[in-house]
């Protein structure tokens, strides 16, 4: 058993755990920038995606497109994590990140739903207004 479980991890009401971590899921949609924002006040940020197990779970628990904390708004074409980690594995679909919308600049990622979870980000304009995740570490009950 894993020394996070045996801590007995708890996460807020209307928020989801996994891998020791808590996640609420947005019902709400605006921009990614906004999005961002109501997570770090709840204390959590954007999520990062780390792991192609922490991708299929978010894939098989979103409804729709969902944002993401990954994003290539400081240098083109240089994706980054909310927390400035380089991004090392992707999951884009086919043809992207292709920064080719209608109206400008494609900076921000959406993880998509009903796809293939491991064909599913797609850059979109930061200014789309989508539900967003939100990620953050749990309370305990019991501390060494």
Known sequence: MSLCLML???????WKMFSCTCYLFSTKTDSWENGRQDCRD????????????????????????????LNDREKEGTWKWIDGTPLTVGY?????PNNNGPG??????????????KESWNDVHCDNSLPWICAKKPQYLHEF
């Not at 007995?8 to 209307?14: I, Q």
């Not at 894939?59 to 993401?68: C, G, L």
């Not at 884009?92 to 992207?96: A, H, I, N, S, V």
């Open 8 to 14: 007995f991890p708890v996460c807020p009401a209307g």
């Open 42 to 69: 709840r204390g959590a940020e954007l999520v990062t995606i780390d792991t192609v197990e922490k991708q299929e779970f978010i894939s098989k628990t979103i409804k729709a497109d969902n944002w993401i904390g």
């Open 92 to 96: 884009w679909r086919t043809g992207e």
């Open 104 to 117: 400008g600049e494609e900076d921000c990622v959406q993880i998509r739903s009903g796809v293939n979870a």
